[in-house]
């Protein structure tokens, strides 16, 4: 049998460099449980980098997506398929009561986005307006437009020249905002909270005048909430948190338990700017990975992992910041719900993240500082004072070397 350094000679040899590895090779999950090839059984603090929000192989969701593969897995969208339509249903219900068009991924998701933004200026206002304008330190996505779309100068230095129409303005500053508003801006694309940025929210105050602002200067609110939605914060959506409406919603990460699957939604009057041919995808969608999605949301539902998130979320952090008072290592703890960063004084993310892993948990780094928890909504009390207590035995040993 191979071993976990044969697979990584393979890797070396087959795989682009694109990703740093965390040294571990997973073979199986269960809850909030993963196995790697060893045997070894690990907590799983990241679920798959916020996507697993159901935990691992829920029984429910492998029995959908199972017995939808036995009848139908892809026909494309030149046809009706029942999981697309009752999962559009099911997620224009809760959100902003719109229409839904399905993706891959969450860059898909945003991309698919801007396009319908930029269809409706040109089918709806008199001025050609096209630019969007988005935050510092935002993530949006890998693809040339989204790139361009992300606020961070250091994903995209390699890989100029990006597509124009994207505009940064520091986050929380309403006066850099209303400066940067000009007669070509269409839309604002936020983050209710930035995720891959390192766990920074957007204040209470900032969004509503966001929102407000959009109001008054015919401006699109876009929110990508391909990470906050899906209950992650504690709320099913991030914006509920701030008790206003995008125009346009994002989603991704969670909405497939696992499954690769993205969807826009947007409020009825904007998306009746799209006709047949404007948009598509040849997997987007598919019957297979939106009964898994469909799944998914009603997991969320009837176990109440949005309450969860919320109770278990909230107690982690006052647990953490308990932890925090004690560490000179650690500088800031963000905690929304379940979107959890630990900013550290020192550069000591990857080390920390590795010493957890030694100690059978697993969480991420942002950056050589930030290390970061998106663990599966059905986390329990019980999980979370395991990680805590590993947190700080893992704090002694580093402040003694450090
Ligand atoms: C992860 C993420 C994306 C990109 O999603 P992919 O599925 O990797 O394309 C976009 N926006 C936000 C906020 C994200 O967290």
Not at 30 to 55: A, N, P, Q
Not at 115 to 127: D, I, P, Q
Not at 288 to 314: M, R, W, Y
Request: hydrophobic share 40%.
């Amino acid at each position: 049998m191979k071993t976990f350094q044969d697979y990584e000679k393979l890797e070396k040899k087959y795989i682009l460099p694109t990703y740093s590895r965390y040294p571990v090779l997973f073979v199986k999950g269960k809850g909030t449980k993963l196995w790697d090839i060893e045997g070894r059984e690990y907590l799983d603090f990241i679920g798959g980098l916020g996507v697993c929000v159901v935990g691992h192989s829920h029984p429910r969701l492998v029995k959908a997506i199972t017995q939808q593969a036995q009848n139908l897995m892809q026909v494309s969208n030149l046809y009706y398929t029942i999981p697309q339509i009752e999962l559009g249903k099911v997620l224009s219900e809760l959100s902003i009561r719109g229409k839904c068009f399905f993706t891959n991924s969450g860059v898909e998701a945003n991309e698919g986005a801007v396009k319908l933004a930029r269809k409706f200026a040109k089918t709806s206002m008199e001025v050609d307006k096209f630019e969007v304008i988005t935050a510092y330190r935002s993530f949006h996505g890998r693809t040339f437009e989204m790139l361009s779309a992300t606020g961070q100068a250091e994903k995209k230095k390699d890989f100029e020249p990006l597509p124009p129409g994207f505009k940064h303005v520091p986050l929380n500053d309403i006066k850099a905002l209303k400066k940067a508003i000009s007669k070509n801006t269409l839309a604002i694309m936020l983050e209710p909270i930035q995720g891959e940025g390192g766990i920074y929210p957007c204040s209470l105050e900032y969004l509503r005048e966001v929102r407000k602002i959009c109001n008054e200067e015919g401006l699109l609110l876009i929110l990508d909430e391909v990470q906050t939605g899906m209950g992650r914060t504690g709320k099913m959506f991030g914006y509920e948190n701030y008790g206003i409406e995008p125009d346009i919603i994002t989603l991704a990460k969670g909405l497939g338990g696992g499954l690769p699957i993205g969807a826009f939604i947007a409020k009825n009057e904007i998306a009746k700017a799209f006709e047949p041919g404007d948009h598509g995808s040849t997997f987007g969608g598919n019957p297979l990975v939106c009964s898994g999605a469909l799944e998914t949301v009603k997991i969320i539902i009837d176990e109440n992992l949005v309450e969860n998130c919320a109770k278990v979320g909230n107690y982690f952090k006052i647990e953490l910041e308990k932890v925090a008072k004690e560490a000179t290592l650690i500088k800031e703890i963000r905690a929304h719900g379940l979107m959890i960063g630990v900013e550290f004084s020192e550069e000591i993310a990857w080390e920390i993240v590795l010493k957890f892993l030694k100690r059978g948990i697993t969480c991420g780094n942002i950056g050589r500082k930030i290390i970061r928890f998106l663990p599966p909504l059905c986390i329990n009390y019980q999980e979370v004072d395991t990680v805590i207590t590993e947190f700080k035995s893992i704090l002694k040993e580093s402040e003694v070397s450090c």
